[in-house]
């Protein structure tokens, strides 16, 4: 957080890494990136300072960052399991549950709940059982693989593997199964409007991974400024010099950090990274800035 001046004034720390998760966070519910929120991002980069999105999104939903931002770098996808390069649209690294692994804690899973449908993403496609559409988006029946995910998943592939059920929060369904499952998979949550799970290797989140990238560039946590709203951000708040949550966000992202940026809808991701500008506190990344208009 903040830090103070031997006179007791606040100073702002050095800033040179901003990682920001997407949804809820710069992109609203409408799909919107606000122009306010665009500039800001501009500026840091402009600034000379590093920008990499860290979200639990694939890397085939990454259309915002490019039309709405241009953002052509690197983005640390599927909370923190797959790293992927806009400018080259490829996988840079992954990794993956093993197939066992998740045939495992799917029938755990089952057991506890033996209504909840299961889905995969692997760095090629999204795989499901049927049972995983919802009776409102039954069309996407015929826009992707369904079955049973053992014939659907031949390998060890899976960077995401997803659990679904109704009738239940997110945050009970988390409370019974995680217990259970935690040995072989990292879980949390993100979904806002359904209850689902979601996995990825053991070990593997987004501070982990963003821990990875930051220190190939030769950046340490206290210079990196982050921004989340949901669980799946919580290691990385906790892990980031500067973690702020999203006021409009999950309680558990607000109990992560004392930093608190305004919500969402008051643009508040920008509003932190214009008092960081102004205040100087920033400084340049070790290679160029990879947002252009």
């Given at each position: 957080?903040?830090?103070?001046?031997?006179?007791?004034?606040?100073?702002?720390?050095?800033?040179?890494l901003v990682?920001?998760?997407?949804?809820?966070?710069?992109?609203?519910?409408?799909?919107?990136?606000?122009?306010?929120?665009?500039?800001?991002?501009?500026?840091?980069?402009?600034a000379g300072?590093?920008?990499?999105?860290?979200?639990?999104?694939?890397?085939?939903?990454?259309?915002?960052?490019?039309?709405?931002?241009g953002h052509?770098?690197?983005?640390?996808?599927?909370?923190?399991?797959?790293?992927?390069?806009?400018?080259?649209?490829?996988?840079?690294?992954?990794?993956?549950?093993?197939?066992?692994?998740?045939?495992?804690?799917?029938?755990?899973?089952?057991?506890?709940?033996?209504?909840?449908?299961?889905?995969?993403?692997?760095?090629?496609?999204?795989?499901?059982?049927?049972?995983?559409?919802?009776?409102?988006?039954?069309?996407?029946?015929?826009?992707?693989?369904?079955?049973?995910?053992?014939?659907?998943?031949?390998?060890?592939?899976?960077?995401?593997?997803?659990?679904?059920?109704?009738?239940?929060?997110?945050?009970?369904?988390?409370?019974?199964?995680?217990?259970?499952?935690?040995?072989?998979?990292?879980?949390?949550?993100?979904?806002?409007?359904?209850?689902?799970?979601?996995?990825?290797?053991?070990?593997?989140?987004?501070?982990?991974?963003?821990?990875?990238?930051?220190?190939?560039?030769?950046?340490?946590?206290?210079?990196?400024?982050?921004?989340?709203?949901?669980?799946?951000?919580?290691?990385?708040?906790?892990?980031?010099?500067?973690?702020?949550?999203?006021?409009?966000?999950?309680?558990?992202?607000?109990?992560?950090?004392?930093?608190?940026?305004?919500?969402?809808?008051?643009?508040?991701?920008?509003?932190?990274?214009?008092?960081?500008?102004?205040?100087?506190?920033?400084?340049?990344?070790?290679?160029?800035?990879?947002?252009?208009?």
């Open positions: 957080m903040p830090g103070a001046d031997g006179g007791g004034n606040p100073v702002e720390r050095l800033m040179r990682a920001s998760d997407i949804d809820g966070t710069i992109l609203r519910r409408d799909g919107r990136i606000t122009e306010r929120t665009v500039q800001a991002l501009h500026a840091c980069e402009q300072v590093e920008l990499v999105f860290v979200t639990g999104r694939p890397a085939r939903w990454l259309t915002p960052l490019s039309e709405q931002l052509a770098g690197r983005v640390i996808c599927s909370n923190g399991a797959l790293v992927y390069d806009l400018e080259t649209m490829s996988v840079v690294s992954s990794e993956a549950i093993h197939r066992e692994t998740m045939l495992e804690v799917r029938g755990i899973i089952q057991g506890l709940f033996p209504e909840t449908a299961f889905a995969a993403e692997t760095p090629a496609e999204f795989v499901m059982e049927t049972a995983f559409a919802e009776p409102r988006h039954r069309a996407l029946l015929d826009q992707v693989r369904h079955g049973d995910l053992a014939e659907l998943v031949p390998g060890d592939e899976v960077v995401k593997f997803m659990a679904k059920i109704e009738g239940i929060t997110a945050e009970e369904y988390l409370r019974v199964v995680a217990p259970h499952v935690s040995h072989l998979v990292s879980i949390t949550h993100s979904a806002v409007d359904l209850t689902m799970l979601e996995m990825a290797p053991l070990g593997v989140n987004k501070a982990v991974t963003l821990a990875e990238y930051a220190h190939a560039l030769g950046i340490v946590p206290a210079e990196v400024v982050a921004f989340g709203d949901m669980p799946n951000d919580v290691e990385m708040l906790a892990w980031a010099g500067e973690g702020y949550a999203m006021s409009s966000g999950h309680p558990e992202a607000l109990a992560a950090t004392e930093l608190h940026a305004p919500g969402i809808e008051d643009d508040g991701v920008a509003q932190v990274l214009e008092r960081k500008l102004a205040a100087g506190g920033v400084g340049r990344a070790p290679r160029p800035g990879s947002l252009a208009r």
